[in-house]
């Protein structure tokens, strides 16, 4: 089981910027696939974006050229910077450890953190 701590979440206006943080426990987290879900009010999580652990990347279509995910083994964090805000990104975002099937799609371990809240409002 490994430990993620999500920080980073808030209030911004449409158009802002965010940088969500993971902080994750364990020693071997170079070798984890990681990924940010979030979940809007009477919504269904969804996966945002996802990285391997050589850093390839994926993501949501709704987010694409706007939210990066990224990694930094030696902290053993995982970001998301959220550039171009809109009402629609308001939701709690969830970071998770996972793995890639041989298709090249995501799968959720049950390694959740607590959700951090990101609200865009004027």
């Known amino acids: 089981h490994v430990q993620l701590v999500e920080s980073g979440g808030g209030l911004v206006q449409p158009g802002g910027s965010l940088r969500l943080s993971c902080a994750a426990s364990?020693?071997?987290?170079?070798?984890?696939?990681m990924a940010w879900y979030r979940q809007g009010l009477g919504k269904q999580r969804e996966l945002v974006a996802a990285i391997t652990s050589s850093s390839r990347t994926n993501y949501a279509d709704s987010v694409k050229g706007r939210l990066t995910i990224s990694r930094d083994n030696a902290k053993n964090t995982v970001y998301l910077q959220m550039n171009s805000l809109k009402f629609e990104d308001t939701a709690v975002y969830y970071c998770?450890?996972?793995?890639?099937?041989?298709?090249?799609?995501?799968?959720?371990?049950?390694?959740w953190g607590q959700g951090t809240q990101v609200t865009v409002s004027s």
């Open positions: 998770n450890r996972g793995f890639y099937i041989i298709s090249g799609t995501y799968r959720p371990y049950a390694d």
């Open positions: 364990g020693s071997i987290f170079s070798t984890y696939a």
